[in-house]
Structures are given as structure tokens and as C-alpha cells.
């Protein structure tokens, strides 16, 4: 979304002046998973997972379920929902022990809709189990375009029947091979989100609710339960009473020992399926999720600072980080029944882009599926997600780019191929600047027409799907960089606007007067005279001046511009001088560049 930018009035008569945000951080994946949380069979052979993107990295308008096997090391499709135009999509999945089986819920009618099916991974042979229409009440939020599944996380039952739970009272049902489905009787509850084992070979199953009894008229806590899968033997397994505080994700061993959840406090605790021997495993500060039990309950895994982390049970070690991801994040962790290995997903800030699966025993994970893809409109300009230009430089978002690192060109000329990577426009490669997994920023040729144009990423010889992007002769945008506000916790946008020749910005500390000259720095402004190369520094005699100039305006005054173009030594880097107006009330003014309606203007208070 769109950042706001807050600037507090100076105390002078003179004004501070905001612009644009440059983005701080990979923009994610996409609105929804790209991956759905995989499953596992009992010894890491075979892993299951839903996702939108296709092994070549073509996007897909739904998930299908896929499966990887690890003794030819490939991956299947097993469904394939994307090719009837997205009525349909698979929402959840899981898998059988052996991974024989995996259980699917395919929703339809906006999530209204769920179908329960089991599917054959080695014949693909596909039953639909049951058909559950009687809806939810979906979510209390605005969300134009948004998708809640009223069915979701499938389970195998130890004789082969399908647990799953529904968005409403009363949640939880059982369907069986021969089309009958039975309730459970218990009134309310949650199942751990994704596939992770809830139910052990005893039959025990576990869940979260705050009402499992009846229904409630006041706030309660939500408490960790097992339960028979007939409802019998009902006993919570916790004791909060503090309406705030919440267990979630609550996950069984199979041998029905041992139950691990998260909480609300961000903290991993294990606990005895008697109720006995609650302690907590996780440790530090930073919030720690998605925790899944070894099959006799002596490891648990889960997710902590964007690392998967394993700890053996009963005794006095720390837990084992896994992973050491820089440019990355893990979340759903999923350990093997038989303790060896983990699967779980990787993407930029929590998305999933990504699955990897690593060893318990330590050493590198390794990806077992990680198309090369380029997000549908993920083609963006630098300065504040504005459109591509000719000669200024954009950022790529996508998937699987590179290994988790980042890699930045050293020197001019910036090259056609930087780690390996590539990107193509219009089927010709233009200068990189800088790689990682989710991202790449290149710079445009300033001979590239405006138009629609073709996007096409080459990463270690293996292509991406081609997207079209749509080119602008002009952009113009400012750059801006994050400053605190003067209520804590609270950030403005500050312009990148200096006093001329000084460096100094033009901000609360040192503020503009009237009639001086400020350097103004962005992005957009096109073709210049001369025209630079691309991945080229901009020459200082003659400088490069741009052939449309800009429109300034601050506050709501136009600015006289003494000067536009690149910056000498840099590459792609816009200035514009501006003789600061008269007029204007001391405090915040916004700062904006305007080429042909064009601009670069935010909020402000």
C-alpha cells in the first residue's frame, strides 16, 4: 500500500519538504500464497504442495496440487484446476504416512464451496469424498477480491478417512471412502493451520478452542484440547484464563504422546497428551511458529526469526538453527515421522515463493521446488513503485532469481549478466545492477520505446515466464527516504531535497528559506541530451539535461527549475534544481515533479 508521508511543521519561517518513498524492503510475493504449506511422508521420501506458478514459471489464476519425489528427484502435477479458468482451485492438502495418498480440499464459489477428495499420487487416480456447501461466515473485513475458504486443513485418519474443519460452529467432520460424513461432536475449535499432524495413530486428535463444550457469551481464552476422533475424551491439555492469551497451531506426535503449539506470546511450549510436563522450548525474544512433532515425539521443529530450528525433547539443549537464510524467510515447518528431515516453504518477508526440504543431521537445504518466475505486474520503477521509463532504473519482483544472496555490480559499466542472472526487455539484456532471490534492479536503455514491453528473466540458463509491462516516456518521480516523526513510533517521508552544494537536506533541523536553490534528486524523466548508455555514469561536460523538464510544484506553488538532468558519475539518478518560491507558510510542503500530469506528490498532514 501506498506509504503516507507525516511532516511536522519547523520552528522557523521557512518549511521542510516531503516526496515519494523509495521501498524499503522486497515487495511480497503476491497477495496470496504463491506455495500452499507442504506435506511430508514419514521419511522425507515425497512431499506434497499446491501452488499457482508452474515448474517453468508460467503463473497459473488457481493452485493445483503437485507431489515431489525424491527418488527421481521431479515434480508431478496431480491436479489441474487452473486449466478449467479458476472455478475451482485446491485450498489445502496433506499427505498419507507412506505418501501413497494425498488428501485435497478444492474450493469453489468464492471458498463457499468445499470439496473433499483423495488422489492416488502414483496413479493419480482422484476420489471426491464429499461435498461440503453449507458456507461460513466469512471474515469481518474489507477486502475487495479476497478468498476464504470455508473448508480447509485436511487430515488422514490412522483407517483412511479425511478429518477437515469448516469456518463455523460445531467445525469439525469426518468422510469417509464410501461418501458418509460424520460430525464430531464438539462445538467449536481450530486445527493447526496446514498439513502438520493433528491426529495420532491412537486416534487422538488436537485442536484450540475457547468453546468446545458450547457455545459462550463473554471473552475466553483459547485452551489446547485432545479429543477422540468420536468426541469422547474430551480434556484440555492447558489452563490459560485470560481472555488474551490464545494457544494456536496445536500439533500430536504419532504415537499420541506429546503435543506442541505456539502461543499468542509468540512462544513454542510442548506438553504430555495427559497434561502433564507443560514446558516451553522456544527461547529469545524474537516470536517463534509452526511447530511439528517427530512421529515418537522426541523432536520439535518449528520457525523463528525467519529460520528453521529443531530441538531433541527431554533434555537440557538449546535448539539447533537449521537454516541461515539472509535474503530469505522459512515459515511452515514440517518434520519426517522419523525425525530426518523437514520440509517447509521460503519467500521474501513470510511470502512463499519457494520449498525446500533439509536435513536434521545438518548441511545446506536444498530447494525441491523453485520455478524461475516473474510476478504479473511485478515490473516497477525505483523511486515510489511508479511505471518504468526510459533510461531510469526498475526493479523485477519474482520468484527463485538467485541462491540466497545479493549481488551488486562493483563498477561501470554495469554488466548484461550479474550472478549469473539476466534480464531481458524486448528480448535484449539491459545493464543489472543488483540480484537477489525475490528481486533484480536494472536500468532501462534511454532507446527503449514506450509501449508495451516484454520482461523475461534468464537465471542460470533457466528462463522465466515472459511478462508485459507497459512503458512510460516520463515517470517523473521523487526519491525519499524514512525519517522519524516527532510522535514516537510514527515515520514521515522526507524528500531527497538538499540545500545547493551543501549535502545538507532540507528538512526539520535545517530548513528551506525562500529563494534559495535546492537539489532535487528522483527518477522518470526520460531521454536526455545527451543520451547516456545505459549502465554508463552520466558525463559532467556537457551534462545530460533532460528534454522534457519537469514541473515543480511546492506546497502548492510552482518552483522555478534552473536545471534538469542526470547526475554527473551516477547512473540514472535525476536532478532537478529548484529556486524555492515565495509565499509558502513555514512548516511541511510537499515536493513534487509533474511531466505531463505525471507526478510525484504524497500526503501530508
Not at 373 to 393: D, K, L, M, Q
Request: aromatic share 8%; charged share 10%; with cysteine.
Amino acid at each position: 500500500m501506498p506509504r503516507v508521508s507525516c511532516i511536522f511543521f519547523a520552528v522557523s519561517a521557512s518549511w521542510l519538504l516531503a516526496g515519494t518513498a523509495l521501498p524499503q524492503d522486497v515487495i511480497p510475493v503476491s497477495p496470496s500464497a504463491v506455495l500452499l504449506p507442504p506435506a511430508i511422508d514419514q521419511d522425507g521420501q515425497a512431499i506434497a504442495f499446491g501452488a499457482t506458478v508452474k515448474p517453468d514459471g508460467t503463473p497459473q489464476s488457481v493452485p493445483d496440487l503437485w507431489i515431489w519425489n525424491a527418488a527421481q528427484n521431479s515434480v508431478r502435477r496431480l491436479t489441474n484446476y487452473a486449466s478449467t479458468g479458476g472455478s475451482s482451485a485446491v485450498t489445502a492438502c496433506a499427505l498419507s504416512t507412506d505418501g501413497s495418498q494425498a488428501a485435497y480440499i478444492a474450493s469453489a464459489q468464492g471458498g463457499q464451496i468445499g470439496e473433499i477428495h483423495v488422489i492416488d499420487t502414483a496413479t493419480g487416480a482422484d476420489r471426491l469424498l464429499a461435498t461440503d456447501n453449507q458456507g461460513c461466515v466469512q471474515p469481518l473485513v474489507t477486502c475487495l477480491g479476497c478468498f476464504f475458504p470455508c473448508v480447509y486443513d485436511p487430515h488422514f485418519t490412522p483407517d483412511g478417512r479425511v478429518l477437515y474443519a469448516t469456518s463455523r460452529s460445531q467445525p469439525f467432520y469426518i468422510a469417509s471412502a464410501d461418501g458418509t460424513v460424520t460430525q464430531v461432536p464438539l462445538y467449536g475449535g481450530g486445527l493447526a493451520t496446514g498439513p502438520r499432524r493433528v491426529i495420532s495413530n491412537n486416534g487422538l486428535f488436537v485442536f484450540v478452542s475457547s468453546s468446545p463444550s458450547g457455545p459462550i457469551f463473554t471473552a475466553a481464552p483459547v485452551n489446547v484440547y485432545v479429543a477422540n476422533l468420536d468426541g469422547s475424551g474430551l480434556r484440555n491439555l492447558t489452563q490459560y484464563t485470560d481472555a488474551n492469551d490464545y494457544a494456536q497451531d496445536a500439533v500430536i506426535s504419532a504415537d499420541g504422546g506429546t503435543v506442541a503449539f505456539a502461543t499468542s506470546a509468540g512462544a513454542i511450549f510442548t506438553v504430555h497428551a495427559d497434561g502433564t510436563g507443560l514446558q516451553q522450548v522456544s527461547s529469545g525474544t524474537d516470536a517463534a511458529s509452526d511447530p511439528s512433532l517427530s512421529a515418537d515425539g522426541s523432536l520439535v521443529a518449528f520457525v523463528q526469526s525467519g529460520q528453521v530450528k529443531v530441538l531433541p525433547l527431554g533434555g537440557a539443549n538449546a535448539p539447533e538453527t537449521l537454516t541461515s537464510f539472509r535474503y530469505s524467510t522459512a515459515q511452515d515447518a514440517f518434520l519426517s515421522d522419523d525425525g530426518s528431515q523437514i520440509a517447509f516453504t521460503i519467500g521474501p518477508n513470510g511470502g512463499r515463493g519457494a520449498i525446500d526440504e533439509a536435513s536434521v543431521n545438518g548441511g545446506e537445504s536444498r530447494a525441491i521446488y523453485a520455478p524461475v518466475s516473474v510476478n504479473t505486474g511485478g515490473i516497477e520503477g525505483i523511486a515510489g513503485w511508479e511505471a518504468p521509463s526510459p533510461g531510469s532504473f526498475i526493479s523485477v519482483y519474482g520468484l527463485n532469481f538467485s541462491g540466497d544472496q545479493l549481488s551488486t555490480a562493483g563498477s561501470f559499466p554495469l554488466p548484461a549478466t550479474l550472478a549469473n542472472v539476466s534480464l531481458l526487455v524486448n528480448g535484449q539484456a539491459v545493464p543489472v545492477q543488483a540480484v537477489t532471490p525475490w528481486q533484480i534492479n536494472a536500468q532501462l536503455p534511454q532507446s527503449t520505446p514506450a509501449g508495451n514491453a516484454t520482461f523475461q528473466v534468464v537465471a542460470n540458463s533457466v528462463s522465466s515466464n515472459i511478462v508485459t509491462g507497459q512503458i512510460q516516456a516520463t515517470a517523473a518521480s521523487v526519491f525519499a527516504y524514512p525519517v522519524p516523526g516527532v510522535e514516537q513510533g510514527t515515520v514521515y517521508f522526507q524528500a531527497a531535497a538538499f540545500h545547493a552544494g551543501t549535502g545538507t537536506p532540507a528538512d526539520a533541523a535545517h530548513p528551506a528559506s525562500p529563494g534559495e536553490i535546492l537539489e532535487t534528486y528522483g527518477s522518470g524523466l526520460g531521454v536526455t541530451s545527451p543520451s547516456v548508455p545505459a549502465g554508463e555514469p552520466s558525463p559532467a561536460s556537457p551534462p545530460a539535461e533532460a528534454v522534457v523538464v519537469p514541473q515543480v510544484t511546492i506546497g502548492s506553488q510552482p518552483a522555478r527549475v534552473t536545471f534538469a538532468g542526470l547526475v554527473p558519475g551516477l547512473a540514472s539518478v535525476y536532478q532537478v534544481n529548484v529556486e524555492v518560491p515565495q509565499g509558502l507558510a513555514a512548516g511541511q510542503q510537499s515536493l513534487n515533479w509533474t511531466v505531463d500530469n505525471r507526478g510525484a506528490s504524497i500526503y501530508v498532514k
